[in-house]
């Protein structure tokens, strides 16, 4: 165990597959879930995109990582914050992005929600609040 | 590098780890462990086939931590151990399980 | 001349597809692909700019980049035309050249 826990935040503003920062932002997130840090995941302008369901890349010869974002929970990421302003502007809404949970243990694996809808200023307050502030 | 199964040539990195995921037979598993002398049970193939499903629906490979709790959940605390996967799997469950399993090296594992 | 004009960046990022519109002439065609394909989605902030640019372009946008991205084609602007691989080529090959916006 570590002796002090960081707020780490990881901040996500780039759409999938156009480039490769989401993706490398994952697995970044998923190695360092192993160090027991707190970890939160901030997702605003087109990294909200990130998140869409249904996304199927069979016809673009590239790997479907959206899977991956529901193994968040099992790495015991539990707090994914959305920006509505980001979603608004994209013509987006919470039932347009992945449903993401984690189980929590202690309470027979319920299953609880990830996803946080924040507010712009809600968000700068998150910011404001890290330790330390990963960009992709 | 490359294994040789049932005849057949597949491709591995210089960790031993398939190539390519879509190579993978039971065959795989079986020329592998017993390039590591090691016989492989029900027990080993309930660890493996796990592997293989927990990849198909999140693709990746779990790290050691994950699977240990994934285990748990699925086949009871008995077996969502470490004492238990690393007497099944001694090079390590996460490693050499998902070796056999045909899956790349679990991210984060160095 | 008829030029395709192909926007491969998100409009919310670069203003590719802006600076696109801005040197379009009439006849002329877009085709948003790759990150450019958000561009085609019905009831975003940008929405009017690319409905306005319909008036006097043809607009499409690729099936596969879309689909891999979470959308269906209903969330497609009206007026704006879905085309796979080889609506792509076919498109090329009509014009008298592809102009890229990056």
Request: glycine residues 8%; hydrophobic residues 40%.
């Amino acid at each position: 165990m570590s002796e002090t826990v960081k707020n780490f935040l990881y901040l996500n503003r780039k759409a999938p597959y156009g480039t490769i920062y989401a993706w490398e932002s994952l697995e970044v997130v998923l190695i360092g879930a192993a160090f027991d840090q707190d970890v939160s995941l901030a997702f605003v302008d087109d990294g909200v995109y990130q998140l869409t369901k249904g996304q199927d890349t069979s016809e673009i010869g590239m790997k479907n990582f959206s899977p991956t974002y529901a193994a968040l929970g099992d790495y015991e990421v539990k707090k994914i914050y959305v920006e509505k302003e980001s979603l608004d502007e994209r013509g987006l809404s919470l039932d347009d992005l992945q449903h993401l949970v984690w189980e929590d243990e202690d309470e027979d694996y319920a299953e609880k929600d990830s996803i946080h809808l924040v507010s712009r200023s809600e968000m700068a307050a998150l910011m404001d609040g890290a330790d330390v502030v990963f960009s992709f | 590098m490359a294994i040789e199964v049932n005849g057949k040539t597949y491709e591995t990195d210089e960790e031993g780890y398939l190539a390519n995921i879509n190579d993978w037979e039971p065959g795989v598993a079986e020329v592998m462990s017993k390039e590591d002398d090691l016989e492989l049970t029900d027990e080993h193939w309930d660890i493996i086939n796990f592997l293989r499903e927990y990849y198909e629906e999140y693709q990746i490979a779990p790290a050691v931590r994950v699977l240990t709790k994934a285990v748990g959940k699925k086949m009871g605390k008995d077996k969502g151990n470490s004492k238990y996967l690393y007497g099944l799997f001694p090079y390590g469950p996460a490693k050499q399980a998902c070796r056999y399993a045909g899956l790349p090296k679990p991210t984060g594992c160095v | 001349m008829s030029t395709l004009h192909t926007v491969n960046k998100s409009p919310f990022e670069k203003n590719s597809l802006d600076a696109c519109l801005n040197y379009v002439t009439g006849g002329a065609s877009v085709l948003l692909l790759e990150d450019g394909v958000y561009a085609a989605l019905k009831g975003t902030a940008i929405e009017q700019r690319v409905t306005e640019a319909l008036d006097s372009a043809k607009v499409y946008v690729l099936g596969p980049d879309l689909k891999a991205r979470g959308f269906t084609d209903e969330r497609v602007i009206e007026g704006i035309s879905v085309v796979d691989y080889a609506g792509f080529v076919d498109l090329a090959a009509e014009s008298d050249k592809v102009q890229a916006w990056l």
